[in-house]
């Protein structure tokens, strides 16, 4: 049956057959001939190979080239081979940025991990105004970032927010929030669980909705509880789409910039995180991209690996 | 013979129209030094320093002396953006063929941007305007380098005082006309204002974006110390690991902690002590004078309401302020068409007396003491102008205006931006944890700002 996704006859030519001629028009016939059958789809190739290149693979080489050169963007930059590497090494900040950012993906994945799929299963169990709370969920993401965290700088301010307010209301000790360094970081993940966790609650809601209803109702059947259906049948199904989160949720974490940046500043050595650190390396203190990047490179190599590991999950899944 | 399917063509046109669009928009990134010259022979300036849309008054101010510039000189279009220096951005933008033709810089800028080629020599051009001269040398000076070669002019001079809230003052049974002159009366005088409660601040400091290592560099030359020193051998060293430098962090953090006197709220940047003084909730704060109409205009305080004291103790005030400089990128006629602008605006003795004129109807105030970067004719020229147009009231600043002739005027350090980065660590723990360790802050410090001396 002929149907038009079948190759028409007049499209599958036969070899032509070779000239003696040299370098010629007849001297490389199939390359030619795949050239100008195929030049549609190369066009089209070279225009996205070209974005490609110009946009993503070149600032990335870029980057790794710099991170072995010192740079200030104006004057020629020098080849130091791994110094940018060994000054990062030397410097006690870049450790302390390390540990306060591994100490926020902590935390970030203790609350923001653990709140989004509460909230989904509670979701998912409302039989009136899900529209409503889907929405009010899903809200904080769609503030722009600076936005939510500027709102939070009031809610937090020691003197006259809203937080200290209402506690002082309710006769209760008020806290410093980011003003001390004993709480300045979990005050930062809050803000940022608060204003990032409506995606991840969605991803789990729309997993959620797929588990197939005859599950639950086999395990009520056989007496499974609220909790027993949890644990035998929510959480087993949901294990992928978990999993794929979890990943995600450390490789967006670690590159924590905004909320340390605007609410405790890239000098406070309580709160910088590896991307702050960047930054002053950058723009701030030492005006040093060779040593910028060269951080860059690192928090990079980090994630690649968490990356790595998503995207094997991932296709696995698709297999799967 | 293959036929190409219909619409094939226009497919690889467009295929090839997208490759050809990509490439020119690549090629085309970053170009510079083009005189944006239509084919009537105008030139397109860009420059920066246009005051911001929540700054209407001064915004409309500076379009108006656009559009005049523009009449006086038909050949030149001025494209002003907002803004002044920012260090953070000033390398990338410089290096991106973003910067604009004549840019602001701080008075302590030049020396590195000279030194690095990050402006165009102006000598010749700026022969065509005598008044030039008439700016007080130690400016022009900061301009020039070891050969006496120019490459930027002076917009203005300011150093750092005391603005304070003469109300709150006299609420809390100070005498407005005579702010605190040491430390400790400004101790005893921010712990009477805070008693005064509901959310009242007696004095703010900064501790975030460079600003917390700028006020403790004007703090440690206010008691006769230093920050950073230079050695014999033209090194320098950092200078504040010492007993000036623990009092004044031992000050704030007594400040902060034993009298509650500074507010809850720390980890203040540059707006927020201004917002606050504008609202009526601090006392004081050090600030040059020119903070005092930015209060009035953005923060909606009544200047009428704000004095202005010399820095406490006076051993040494901290002293800056602004200019212009060229970018190295521009053609010699964009150079010529920018300083053209920026001579007729900001150095210009032929407007001084208009200036104050239209400040005043605009209800800007007038007779603040500084800037003031003029000499001989210029400066009687300003002097009348003020005292004409007075819209002020200058006896709020007399404090200032009295001792200011007898206070050493100290330029800030080298790599000043980067020692103030360092230094803001050292201010945000005092004022934020209790149990700082000021021996170590400043020992840690200094380490960090003699690398970055070293370095330099």
Redesign the interface.
Known sequence: MATSLAPRRSDVRPPLPATAHGPGPGRWPHLRRRLTDNALAYGFLAAGILSFAYFSWYPLVRGITLSFQRDNLITDPQWIGLGNYRTLLADPLFWTAWKNTAEFTGLALLFGYAVPFVIAVLLNELRHFKAYFRIAVYLPVMLPPIVSVMLWQYFYDPGQGLFNTLLHGAHLPTSQWVQSPHTAMISLVLVSTWANMGGATLMYLAALQSIPGELYEAAELDGAGMWARLRHVTVPQMRFVMLVLLLLQIISTMQVFIEPFQMTGFTNTSTITVMTLVYRYAFAVNNDFGLAAAMSVLLFAVLAVFAAVYLRLTRDGEKG | M??IPAG?NA??GI??A??AA??FS?SGCGASGDDSADPNGKITITVNDMPAKTDPVNRKIFLQDVAAFEKANPKIHVVPHEGQMD???F??K??GGQLENAYYVYLTDPAGIIA?H?AADITDALKDYPQAQQVKPELRKVFQDEAGRTYGVTEGNYSMGLVYNRTLFKKAGLDPDKPPTTWDEVRTDAKKIAALGK?ITGYGDY????T?GWHFTAEMYSRGGDVAKQRSDGTWKADFDNVTGRAVLQQLHDMRWTDDSM?????L?WADLLQMMGSGKLGMYLATSDNIPTIAAQYKGDPKEYGFGAIPEGKGTLAGGGGFMFSPKNSPAQTRAALAWIMFKYENPDRITMGQKRAAAHKQPVGLPEPNIWTGAAQKTKAAADKKYANQPVANYKPFSDAIGAIPLRLEPPQA??IY??L??AM??VL??KNADIDKLLGDASKQVDA?LAAQ
């Open positions: 293959t036929a094939r497919r690889v295929a090839v997208a490759v990509l490439g690549v260090p953070q951005t390398s990338t410089l290096a690095k990050q959310g501790s975030k974006s460079n917390g507010g809850q709220r720390q980890l940047e931006q980067k980065a360092v803001d660590t945000a723990k934020t944890e970055l």
